[in-house]
């Protein structure tokens, strides 16, 4: 699976981003994908992750009721909507793909096949 994240920008706090991210491969709809972000100086952390068919997602804390992952496998894209960002939300955001099909896992280690990045930015 090749994978293209965009979306990103520059917004002030409080505002709304939605990041797409592009599949391709005729396999995506059995991969639980996961969007990662990675702010300077910091380590990459799982955002937020959506099992193969959307039935299961997993929110790190602190994007909890603020953030929504989404798929559409007909389209082979994953969806983060943004809302409420917040200065901490400034990073470079990457989607991934499980290495597992049909399986949902929210460990880090566990996603590969990283796409290029795409950078958001929050001002206060």
């Known amino acids: 699976v090749q994978l293209q994240a965009f979306g990103g920008g520059l917004v002030q706090a409080g505002d709304s981003l939605r990041l797409s991210c592009a599949a391709s491969?005729?396999?995506?709809?059995?991969?639980?994908m996961g969007w990662f972000r990675q702010a300077p100086g910091k380590e990459r952390e799982l955002v937020a992750a959506?099992?193969?068919?959307?039935?299961?997602?997993y929110y790190v804390k602190s994007v909890k009721g603020r953030f929504t992952i989404s798929r559409d496998n007909a389209k082979k894209t994953v969806y983060l909507q943004m809302n409420s960002l917040k200065p901490d939300d400034t990073a470079v955001y990457y989607c991934?793909?499980?290495?597992?099909?049909?399986?949902?896992?929210?460990?880090?280690?566990?996603?590969?096949?990283w796409g290029q990045g795409t950078q958001v930015t929050v001002s206060s």
């Open positions: 491969g005729s396999t995506f709809s059995s991969y639980t």
């Open positions: 991934a793909a499980h290495r597992t099909p049909d399986r949902f896992t929210a460990t880090s280690a566990d996603f590969g096949s």
């Open positions: 959506i099992s193969w068919s959307g039935g299961s997602t």
